[in-house]
């Protein structure tokens, strides 16, 4: 947590696979558990949708190839609001991209 007690989530999304608007919509579900959260989304590198909370990597989509189950990543982030460490989720969203 930083000096406010806030959670920090950084979320850096691939921008040529358009996933800003998963990124945002993650964002607002963050936003509506945890007010208090600051959600921060960020263009970054090819096939990314890494999400780090409180400087720990808690997903990574270029380690599993799926999007972050939203709820699991909202139950860390309202779980860290709280006092604890970020922990690794697990969840994903059903894979159903195709890379040509």
């Given at each position: ?17 358009d996933?800003?608007g ?10 509506k ?5 600051v ?7 090819q ?9 720990k990597l ?6 599993t190839m799926?999007?972050?189950d ?5 139950n ?11 922990r690794?989720?697990?969840?994903q969203q059903?894979?159903d991209?195709?890379?040509s």
């Amino acid at each position: 947590m930083n000096e406010d007690g806030c959670p920090k989530v950084h979320v850096e999304y691939c921008g040529a696979c358009d996933y800003g608007g998963h990124c945002l919509t993650l964002a607002n579900a963050i936003k509506k558990c945890t007010p208090n959260a600051v959600v921060l989304c960020k263009r970054g590198r090819q096939g990314a949708f890494e999400v780090v909370v409180n400087n720990k990597l808690i997903y990574s989509k270029l380690q599993t190839m799926a999007l972050p189950d939203y709820e699991e990543v909202v139950n860390v982030v309202s779980d860290v609001s709280k006092g604890e460490e970020p922990r690794e989720i697990k969840g994903q969203q059903p894979i159903d991209c195709v890379i040509s």
